[in-house]
């Protein structure tokens, strides 16, 4: 399995890879809101906020990362969110989104990137070192409809000290139904 940076001429394939991985567990609607997400991210996210990891199998998109920019008002910490993730439903359960997950976050932090927050599976995420947090550690940018899933790491301390001030994120996640 090769890790890429890479994803120009990919984006239809990440924006497929999406559709399916979700459609396939979490049913169509699901799968066409997390593809239409991932479009809207690379149509309207600026270069120097957005980092994406693929993880290819012979050329082919197998997993896929997406960080995005968070900023926080009050810090100067780099922050950037995880989302989405996907891993092709034929190559789940072999340790590729873990993997990928790994590169991701070495490459972030190689990168002077402070802090990486997300939103989901505390069983999942913790494996690659994130830790539940509440709105105190770290504001979100709109309300949580399930603050259970609010996790987070520093990529620079041993623990994340809270972030100061109200978030705001790039224009794709200001969607209430994605948080």
């Not at 960080?67 to 439903?89: I, W």
Request: charged share 20%.
């Amino acid at each position: 399995m090769e890790m890429s940076s890479q994803f120009e001429g990919q984006k239809a394939d990440i924006s497929a890879l999406f559709n399916a991985s979700f459609s396939q567990s979490e049913g169509a609607e699901e799968g066409q809101l997390i593809a239409n997400l991932v479009t809207e991210i690379f149509a309207t996210t600026a270069e120097e906020d957005l980092y994406v990891f693929s993880a290819l199998d012979q050329d082919a998109v197998t997993a896929c990362i997406l960080f995005t920019r968070m900023t926080y008002a009050n810090d100067g910490r780099c922050v950037f969110l995880l989302s989405p993730v996907a891993v092709a439903t034929e190559h789940q359960g072999k340790g590729i989104g873990q993997d990928l997950l790994r590169h991701g976050l070495n490459q972030l932090k190689d990168r002077g990137v402070d802090v990486v927050l997300t939103y989901g599976d505390i069983n999942f995420y913790s494996k690659v070192g994130f830790k539940q947090i509440t709105e105190r550690d770290a504001a979100a940018p709109l309300p949580l409809s399930y603050p259970h899933g609010w996790l987070g790491q520093s990529l620079r301390a041993p623990s994340l000290e809270p972030l100061i001030g109200p978030a705001s994120c790039v224009s794709a996640f200001q969607n209430p139904d994605l948080w």
